[in-house]
């Protein structure tokens, strides 16, 4: 996913991979010694980068590893990862020996999936298991006791599945709504207590549930969000006692720059006219790059000033409004530190309209990410 090592091009990402494990270390000392963390490095690590988040968070103390499908599993073990890895969407039962050969955990939920899945398990084969229970977030999982005894029975009745887990997932732990929250935990509790025999990992929280109900964390944890330094929620960032930090950062430099005579318009459309003579920039990157049309307007950070994206956002390039002349090859922060200014995940997520999650993983992979410690 990321063995490009070498780029030309003047746009980039920068993972700190020091604050993603001071952040895991972080995370660590608030949890009793007993909870395993389960480090959610799907969806490419939240755009950050699988393998390397993969690799710094079992060096900082996660123990295993959680990825949405069998394809993001099946990559990290052949960039290396040998730690468990847990699959929490749904895989396709025709494709259980592929997981077992990879010795991937998959999630499970249907009985009728254990029927077709121990058909295509070879003799010897062992899958390791986790149980998914919908305790109300209405996504995947077992919603009832009757189907829970069913499974587990039929899991049992196979050799070939060694339930080593069991979980479900909150839809409110990083809200006002607390009532749903203790709900979901209640009835978890419920089907938890029909079960004949607990399997060895029992895990319900994720980040928000991690950091605000210490008393829910079973024995192990599902930390995605909070691993990057971000806060789970507006109402999380101003409750929270830990200080994360955020890991990922965009930057480009400018590729051309000009006078531009008062009256002159800039890019598609001719949307934006210039109100006086002004400096304008351009930057290599655009709305391929995930930088989207929606960011008109949006600030930068040039030499430690915000100036604004003017006209329309390119595909692969948009123009900024300089204060003064400012020389071509100049760095421009899109998302981080410049000259002791910042512009946080979480305002570009203000801009869009959307959650912090979205920020890191809407950067394209044309983006090159670079690492540092
Ligand atoms: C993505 C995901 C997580 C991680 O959630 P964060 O809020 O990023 O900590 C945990 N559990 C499940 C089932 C998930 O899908």
């Avoid at 995370?27 to 755009?47: C, R, S, T």
């Avoid at 949405?68 to 990290?76: G, N, S, T």
Wanted: charged share 20%; glycine share 8%; net charge negative.
């Amino acid at each position: 996913m990321n063995k490009q090592t070498f780029f030309y091009r003047d746009t980039w990402v920068d993972v700190d991979l020091g604050h993603i494990a001071e952040n895991v270390s972080l995370i660590k000392q608030q949890l009793p010694e007993e909870v395993a963390i389960i480090a959610v490095v799907k969806a490419n690590a939240y755009g950050h980068g699988d393998l390397q988040v993969a690799q710094t968070a079992l060096a900082a103390g996660a123990s295993y590893l959680a990825v949405a499908f069998l394809d993001e599993a099946i990559a990290l073990r052949e960039q290396g990862i040998h730690a468990p890895i847990l699959v929490l969407g749904a895989t396709r039962a025709r494709d259980a020996h592929v997981a077992a050969a990879y010795r991937v955990t998959l999630t499970v939920y249907q009985t009728d999936w254990i029927e077709e899945a121990k058909y295509v398990l070879e003799d010897q084969e062992q899958l390791a298991v986790h149980l998914k229970l919908d305790t109300g977030m209405g996504r995947i999982g077992i919603r009832n006791s009757e189907e829970l005894q069913q499974i587990e029975h039929s899991l049992k009745g196979v050799g070939r599945f060694n339930l080593e887990g069991v979980f479900t997932h909150f839809s409110t732990a990083d809200g006002p709504d607390e009532a749903y929250f203790q709900d979901q935990y209640k009835k978890f509790q419920e089907l938890l207590a029909v079960m004949e025999h607990l399997p060895p990992l029992v895990h319900c929280s994720n980040s928000a549930a991690a950091l605000r109900y210490p008393a829910v964390h079973c024995n192990a944890v599902r930390i995605g969000i909070a691993m990057y330094g971000l806060a789970p929620s507006p109402t999380m960032k101003q409750q929270m006692s830990v200080s994360l930090k955020e890991a990922f950062s965009l930057h480009s430099k400018l590729v051309h720059v000009k006078k531009v005579a008062k009256g002159e318009k800039i890019g598609y459309g001719a949307t934006y006219e210039t109100q006086k003579d002004e400096w304008i920039g351009t930057l290599p990157i655009g709305y391929a790059d995930g930088w989207i049309r929606k960011l008109q307007g949006q600030e930068v950070l040039v030499k430690g000033q915000r100036v604004p994206i003017v006209g329309r956002i390119c595909m692969d390039q948009c123009m900024i409004r300089l204060p003064f002349e400012v020389e071509v090859g100049t760095p421009v922060t899109l998302i981080g530190c410049n000259g002791g200014q910042r512009i946080s995940i979480d305002e570009i997520a203000g801009s869009l309209d959307t959650i912090n999650y979205e920020v890191p993983c809407l950067i394209g992979s044309r983006v090159p990410r670079v690492y540092t410690y």
